[in-house]
């Protein structure tokens, strides 16, 4: 039975794997001379070491796949700004749809609580950051995610909601603004100096909020896989989205080894008498060395005395009134106070 050989096919943007490729066709091809010819003159080792020490780009998935639209009133700013992040994740709704979970209203608009109980009612999770940087937003729609903004853009009064959907590479930022000037117009762009100077929230005439920012991802994948919270999909080892800010899925299984609990060092019991063998401290010890440990009484108080050491009875005698007055009565004569 014949088997049909599979082959895998070539990574024509990896030069190492063109290579190794080029190498095999060329033996099959019966010119192993090329190939001698070509490995003494170190070609592999010199596309390899120029492949391994090339300048790697960042990472970018893509820029996140707003929906360009505008809002309905003067008043549903965060609503439509809402909807589109809401889109960008896959979700099919409206802005009358989500408005009625929102509630914007008229002269008042909404908050960034209103906006996040929103977004996780249509399944989503948000992450509000203030202050946040362009650095920070840029990370985010690399990985496709939508970042909600509070910014003022025609210098009013009051803030304005919308969505940057891309941070370029020298950090021109693009935003879907619901409510432009332009009305054939729904994205911005602006360069780096200009954005950071119109992104704050004015809450009063003495009170701006600084750089708000409000992420929006998947809380489950289209497949039903809950996201996990440090930035996985449960049974997936590939991060998806940008809370992890250490990269810890993207490590190797060496790097996330956990350090083991050191077993804290014994104390130094100072109290502990070492006594080195063949040289005892004196007689006692060299009689509990010998012998070892007894629990009869200590009998040497008669040697203390005789070196004019003062020892107190450890076993007292019981009281005598007699002898405790007579006692008294030697001494008082013996000092002559009793004379006279």
Not at 12 to 40: C, M, Q, S, W
Not at 220 to 240: E, F, H, L, M
Not at 251 to 275: I, L, N, Y
Request: charged share 30%.
């Amino acid at each position: 039975m014949l088997t049909e050989k599979v082959v895998t096919p070539m990574n024509k943007y990896n030069p190492p794997e063109v290579l190794a490729t080029l190498f095999h066709a060329l033996g099959a091809a019966g010119l192993d001379e090329t190939i001698i010819r070509l490995k003494a003159l170190k070609v592999p080792q010199i596309v390899n070491d120029a492949w391994q020490t090339r300048p790697k780009l960042a990472t970018r998935l893509a820029a996140a796949d707003v929906k360009f639209i505008r809002q309905s009133s003067q008043y549903s700013c965060v609503a439509a700004s809402v909807t589109s992040a809401l889109k960008a994740c896959g979700k099919d709704v409206t802005e009358e749809e989500v408005n009625k979970v929102l509630c914007a209203a008229p002269m008042a608009g909404a908050s960034w609580e209103q906006a996040l109980a929103t977004i996780q009612y249509f399944g989503c999770r948000g992450t509000l950051v203030v202050p946040a940087t362009l650095k920070m937003v840029k990370q985010w729609t690399d990985k496709g995610h939508p970042v909600l903004i509070a910014w003022n853009p025609e210098g009013r009064p009051w803030s304005h909601a919308s969505v940057v959907f891309d941070v370029t590479d020298n950090l021109d930022v693009k935003v879907m603004d619901p409510n432009c000037p332009d009305p054939e117009q729904t994205v911005r762009v602006l360069d780096k100096v200009t954005f950071y100077s119109k992104w704050m929230e004015k809450i009063c005439d003495s009170l701006l909020v600084r750089r708000p920012a409000l992420m929006v991802e998947r809380e489950v994948t289209p497949d039903g896989r809950q996201v996990i919270a440090g930035g996985r999909i449960r049974g997936y080892t590939k991060d998806v989205c940008m809370l992890d800010d250490f990269n810890y899925w993207s490590q190797p299984k060496e790097a996330k080894k956990r350090p083991q609990p050191v077993a804290p060092p014994k104390k130094d019991d100072s109290r502990t008498v070492h006594v080195e063998k063949g040289k005892p401290r004196d007689e006692v010890f060299r009689q509990m060395i010998e012998t070892g440990k007894s629990d009869a009484a200590h009998k040497n108080r008669e040697r203390d005395l005789a070196k004019g050491h003062s020892r107190k009875e450890k076993h007292k005698k019981p009281w005598d009134a007699k002898e405790a007055a007579s006692r008294i009565a030697d001494a008082y004569i013996g000092k002559g106070l009793l004379n006279g």
